[in-house]
């Protein structure tokens, strides 16, 4: 019981838009939210930009607050405090420089397979703690207005940001709703227990594991009750790290949530788990082995190689699950299944 990729993978990749500026180009187009609006599938792809390279040089691109500016800075190859480790970023002086900006791009289709992207993007950095990019967003729709959550990233760290939407057209940011150092942060379709929930992801060190977090929240801004949820499972596929996924899915079982794990060498990988409906802290059950994991060429081969990361889930009226996905933090695909047999999957 796996998710089976679509025939028309990759659905979006950095050859589908053109740059917003001259002197950049799209480095890669990855890790979307979904949600049904109007009758389309909607997918909020992380957009990343480059500097167009030169020769002898690293580039990296930062947003400016006090100017409002994206900038682009050089450092000399040779440079002995420069460190080039994969295609994400460099290190200089110690500090990780994205080879990237990313801003959040909504592309549309009618029937999920074919995507077209928005002419302008929709939610840009515009605070110092977007100076590195905005990333890897998830929506929800709750009290009749979709929220998304994303991940901010500057040199204050990385936190995660709120921004709301009736329309996708207009998008009030709502500031953050997680300190340093927080991402995957996803917001349940409902109140449970008379308040809001969400899972979150704190950064590991060399206290803890990247763990699977619970929180609760009277009013989607503050957010306490912490729970640790789900860790890296010893010696298998999600030995390095766990984190939490698209929207979480009501089902007669539990919650069900398809989440992304990494092993000791890198790989990352899919699997399903169940929660107790109204105590989502408790998992029932995961699966112990992947339901998804990187095959194809260009989820082998990319910016990350061999990674599969979902953000975006979406479940059908006749059961049918859609899984879209960032392929080697370069492209987007898509994989589909049934809501249950992902269930069935997450108790093996």
């Known amino acids: 019981m796996k998710l089976e990729r679509m025939d028309t993978n990759p659905l979006l990749s950095p050859d589908d838009l053109e740059p917003t500026d001259e002197g950049l180009e799209v480095l890669c187009t990855l890790n979307p939210g979904v949600v049904r609006?109007?009758?389309?599938?909607?997918?909020?792809?992380?957009?990343?930009?480059?500097?167009?390279?030169?020769?002898?040089?690293?580039?990296y691109m930062c947003y400016n607050a006090e100017t409002g500016l994206q900038e682009i800075h050089r450092i000399s190859a040779d440079d002995p405090d420069l460190e080039?480790?994969?295609?994400?970023?460099?290190?200089?002086?110690?500090?990780?420089?994205?080879?990237?900006?990313?801003?959040?791009?909504?592309?549309?289709?009618?029937?999920?397979?074919?995507?077209?992207?928005?002419p302008a993007?929709?939610?840009?950095?515009?605070?110092?703690?977007?100076?590195?990019?905005?990333?890897d967003a998830r929506i929800t729709f709750i009290n009749d207005r979709y929220y998304i959550t994303?991940?901010?990233v500057s040199p204050h760290g990385?936190?995660?940001?709120?921004?709301?939407?009736?329309?996708?057209?207009?998008?009030?940011?709502?500031?953050?709703?997680?300190?340093?150092?927080?991402?995957?942060?996803?917001?349940?379709?409902?109140?449970?227990?008379?308040?809001?929930a969400c899972r979150h992801r704190p950064y590991g060190s060399e206290f803890n594991?990247?763990?699977?977090?619970?929180?609760?929240?009277?009013?989607?801004?503050?957010?306490?009750?912490?729970?640790?949820?789900?860790?890296?499972?010893?010696?298998?596929?999600?030995?390095?790290?766990?984190?939490?996924?698209g929207v979480p899915i009501e089902t007669p079982r539990g919650w069900l949530e398809i989440f992304h794990g990494a092993n000791k060498d890198g790989r990352y990988h899919l699997g399903a788990m169940l929660s107790d409906i109204d105590n989502p802290h408790r998992v029932l059950s995961h699966s112990s082995q992947p339901v998804f994991e990187p095959e194809a060429p260009y989820e082998l081969h990319g910016v990350f190689s061999s990674c599969v990361?979902?953000?975006?889930?979406?479940?059908?009226?006749?059961?049918?699950?859609?899984?879209?996905?960032?392929?080697a933090d370069r492209v987007c695909g898509g994989a589909v299944s049934t809501v249950d047999d992902m269930v069935a999957a997450a108790g093996e």
């Open 209 to 245: 594991d990247p763990c699977i977090w619970t929180a609760r929240s009277p009013d989607l801004l503050s957010w306490g009750s912490h729970e640790m949820t789900l860790a890296p499972i010893p010696g298998n596929w999600a030995s390095q790290r766990v984190g939490c996924g």
């Open 158 to 196: 990385v936190t995660v940001m709120m921004a709301e939407t009736e329309d996708f057209e207009t998008f009030a940011k709502c500031g953050l709703v997680f300190p340093p150092y927080q991402k995957d942060v996803v917001i349940f379709p409902r109140k449970i227990g008379g308040m809001y």
């Open 309 to 327: 990361f979902s953000n975006g889930v979406l479940a059908d009226d006749d059961g049918t699950l859609r899984v879209y996905y960032g392929a």
């Open 121 to 135: 993007p929709a939610i840009t950095p515009t605070t110092r703690y977007e100076a590195f990019g905005c990333e």
């Open 150 to 152: 994303y991940t901010a």
């Open 84 to 118: 080039i480790r994969d295609g994400r970023g460099c290190y200089y002086r110690d500090k990780m420089m994205l080879s990237s900006l990313s801003h959040l791009h909504i592309a549309r289709s009618s029937d999920g397979r074919s995507f077209t992207f928005d």
């Open 37 to 59: 609006f109007n009758g389309e599938i909607l997918l909020l792809v992380r957009v990343g930009q480059r500097p167009v390279p030169v020769e002898g040089y690293a580039s």
